[in-house]
């Protein structure tokens, strides 16, 4: 079993910056591909971005590209989510999710484990 924390949340400017951070309770996780989805109210969880075990694979949903960096540090169990240049649309709860497989993917019916969640709130 892998626990998944976040942590960085809070309110922010449009036009600021925040960095997520999420940890994982295994080493094995070193070996999974992981993930941040986030869900606005009334809305459905939507997929952020993905990272590959080793850091070399990534992938984002356009509605964040080229404003958001997804990272990963195996040594200390972390995966990064470094967001900058924010909107209002980008007000949600945040989730780390982690797969078992070392390849990524934009489903979330596809990870195993999640975080409980991190309120990212983007004022105007």
């Known amino acids: 079993q892998v626990q998944l924390i976040e942590s960085g949340g809070g309110l922010v400017q449009a036009g600021g910056s925040l960095r997520l951070s999420c940890a994982a309770s295994a080493r094995t996780s070193s070996r999974y591909a992981m993930g941040w989805f986030r869900q606005a109210p009334g809305k459905e969880r939507e997929f952020v971005a993905a990272?590959?075990?080793?850091?070399?694979?990534?992938s984002y949903a356009d509605s964040v590209k080229g404003r958001f960096t997804i990272s990963r540090d195996n040594a200390k169990n972390t995966v990064a989510l470094q967001m900058n240049s924010m909107n209002i649309e980008d007000t949600a709860v945040y989730y780390c999710a982690a797969r078992r497989v070392s390849t990524i993917s934009l489903w979330f019916n596809d990870y195993d484990y999640w975080g409980q969640g991190t309120q990212v709130t983007v004022s105007s």
């Open positions: 990272i590959g075990w080793n850091g070399f694979s990534t």
